[in-house]
């Protein structure tokens, strides 16, 4: 075991009402990511998703953000907090940080 955990978030290109999502919002949040953990990488290729919310289906072009850091507490409480501030800057109901142990060769 290497000790590390791999944080992974979901966030939108378009917002909820159709308009793109500014790139500079994304590559906000991306330098937010890398200057916190020192190193950070974002998948460019599209991600594409649907989901269900009080009867309506929301089609999402998504992109992806991920980091791997040591699995501390204080960092599981940051993704937390910093769900807060990608929820308002994204404008969605929710966001997905996913997490999961690493294991490195």
Known sequence: ?????????LVPLVFNNGQPVPEQLLAQTFKELREKFGAASWETQPLRGAWEH???????????????????????????????????????IDIWIISHSLDII
Not at 1 to 9: F, N, T
Not at 64 to 72: G, K, S, T
């Open 1 to 9: 075991m290497s000790g590390l955990r791999r944080y992974e978030i």
């Open 54 to 92: 009080q009867g309506t289906v929301y089609q999402e072009n998504l992109t992806r953000f991920f980091v791997d850091v040591p699995d501390l507490p204080a960092h599981r409480e940051f993704f937390r907090s910093f769900k807060d501030t990608l929820k308002t800057r994204f404008r969605q």
